[in-house]
């Protein structure tokens, strides 16, 4: 294997990688609070760890990897907006029902943008990790690290900062903290380096979950930095090898992540290697949704544009510098997303095999701290060479494994609808393709384009016997027909 290097934000260096285990690397994302839309600045952090797994699969093999993804379900976010849309439940059907409703939406832009779906989801709500969660308060309360002060239960950060280090991915000065006061937020600056809450008592018109600690009832509910430290270590143990979030979360969440899990896993350094993404601005201010200048990927496809060309502009950047979000930029994106397709489908049919200098040289940047930009620049280097012609294709179909553009996808497409009427455009090619070319009579393509939009009509209508005659004239004509969400895709047999 060629050697992997990662910026790790632990150690402020570029250090190469090396698994805890040969047979299995444990990977931990923080997902999403599902308390709203994610913005495509959230949706950066994902394809960031995206690109990573397929990075690590790509050398190691698929099955070497266990990527796990939490869904914060309940926080302080959750529970204030839940309560606002559904005044009338009871608090915790309103926190279920709300946020199920907006982890539904994460999933369809995760599919939008081609992120894999990671091996293992875990929701902060489920029994079996609330369980986890109380457990390892018991064990920092046990140690000696934690503290109950009216009915919730705190970390005790100046003991810790005593006999470890606190501040191990940022700089914290902790000469201005002052001991004993406490934070019951989830989210603070780092000016106010404070003891942070693990369990957070019972408030009127909150969820509730029962919690005995050593005898003491403590009805209440997790704190959020609580959460990914269980759910990580119940699921890939302790210490495990790579965490990732965007570079917000440093501080406070990892920081008490980590804090929590030395005492209360009894592991000096939970987790080896943490990455963190830049984020993506708008007119140098981060996108936030709080700051009330984000985009998500409907903005996107309300306006036509393949999400996909947004995974292409974050691919052309690289995840660790910061990225300025424009519309220019995006289309400009989108521009050299197509003419890819175009290139791709130029190449004809048949593979050849991959050509191992290009891998090579593909991987080397990859390798590179996932360098994107660079891995880019030599996919524009394999068209112009000669190789494109034999191996070209294979070779491309390759590199797609990580850049997960669909490259395969979109050359078995030949025509694609959707299923708005109007939509059923004289499109020769799929929908994100740049040409669209009206077809004559005369045509080899007319007449299954021309039952292409009849099929599409009689959808529409849910006239499902003509439409399934139709499929059958369609095949006859040598093409599969694949009904799909976004509308009919039609593949050459
Ligand atoms: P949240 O749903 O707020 O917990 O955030 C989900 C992920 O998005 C976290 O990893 C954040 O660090 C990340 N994130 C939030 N805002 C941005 C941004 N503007 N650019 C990149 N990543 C972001
Ligand atoms: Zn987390």
Redesign the pocket.
């Known amino acids: 294997m060629n050697k992997l290097f990662l910026y790790n934000t632990l150690t402020r260096k570029k250090e190469e990688f090396r698994p805890i285990k040969d047979n299995e690397i444990g990977l931990y ?6 308390y709203n839309y ?2 495509i ?6 394809i960031f760890a995206d690109i990573l797994v397929r990075t690590l699969r790509y050398n190691l093999g698929e099955e070497k990897v266990k990527w796990v993804m939490n869904i ?1 379900d309940v926080d302080d976010k959750t529970i204030r907006d839940s309560k606002i849309k559904y005044p009338d439940l009871p608090s915790m059907e309103a926190l279920q029902k709300f946020t199920k409703e907006y982890e539904e939406y994460f999933w369809q832009d995760m599919q939008s943008l081609n992120v894999k779906t990671p091996d293992i989801i875990t929701h902060a709500t489920d029994q079996k990790y609330i369980a986890g969660m109380q457990e390892l308060v018991k064990n920092i309360v046990d140690k000696g690290y934690g503290y109950i002060k009216e009915g919730s239960v705190y970390f005790d950060v100046q003991k810790f900062a005593k006999n470890h280090k606190y501040g191990n991915l940022i700089n914290l000065d902790m000469a201005g903290f002052k001991a004993g006061t406490r934070v019951d937020a989830d989210e603070y600056e780092k000016e106010n380096v404070q003891d942070f809450v693990l369990w957070k008592g019972y408030k009127e018109g909150e969820p509730v979950w029962e919690f005995d600690l050593n005898g003491e009832k403590l009805p209440g509910r997790p704190g959020w930095h609580i959460e990914c430290s269980a759910m990580g270590e119940l699921e890939l143990g302790c210490p495990f090898d790579i965490h ?6 440093k501080f406070p969440h990892h920081e008490n992540e980590i804090a929590q899990s030395v005492v209360g896993y009894n592991c000096e350094q939970p987790i080896n290697y943490w990455l963190h ?5 708008v007119d140098g201010q ?4 709080r700051f009330k200048n984000f985009y998500t990927v409907n903005d996107l496809k309300a306006k036509g544009i393949n999400p996909l060309a947004y995974r292409y502009l974050c691919l052309q950047t690289g995840y660790g510098k910061p990225m300025n979000f424009t519309w220019d930029a995006l289309r400009a994106a989108e521009d050299g997303l197509k003419h890819l397709y175009n290139q791709v489908r130029e190449l004809g049919r048949e593979r050849g095999e991959v050509d191992s200098r290009f891998k090579e040289k593909f991987k080397e940047e990859l390798n590179d701290d996932l360098n994107t930009s660079q891995a880019m620049a030599v996919v524009k280097d394999l068209f112009k060479s000669r190789i494109k012609r034999d191996n070209g294709l294979a070779t491309i179909l390759d590199f797609d494994k990580v850049l997960g553009l669909n490259l395969y996808e979109e050359l078995r497409t030949t025509y694609s609808t959707t299923s708005t009427s109007t939509s059923t455009s004289t499109s020769t090619s799929s929908s994100s393709s740049s040409t669209t070319t009206t077809l004559q009579p005369e045509d080899p393509g007319f007449k299954l384009k021309e039952l292409i939009e009849k099929r599409q009509k009689a959808r529409d209508h849910k006239n499902f016997e003509e439409s399934d005659q139709l499929r059958d004239e369609i095949e006859k004509l040598g093409y599969v027909v694949e009904d799909t969400k976004d509308g009919q895709r039609i593949y050459k047999k």
């Not at 600045?41 to 994902?46: D, I, P």
């Not at 990732?244 to 979360?249: S, Y």
């Not at 993404?277 to 601005?281: F, I, M, P, V």
């Not at 981060?286 to 949704?289: I, L, P, S, T, V």
């Open positions: 994302t923080c997902g999403p609070t599902v994610a913005h600045g959230n949706l950066r952090s994902y914060t990732t979030g965007g570079i917000d979360l993404n830049e984020h993506l601005l981060r996108m936030g949704k």
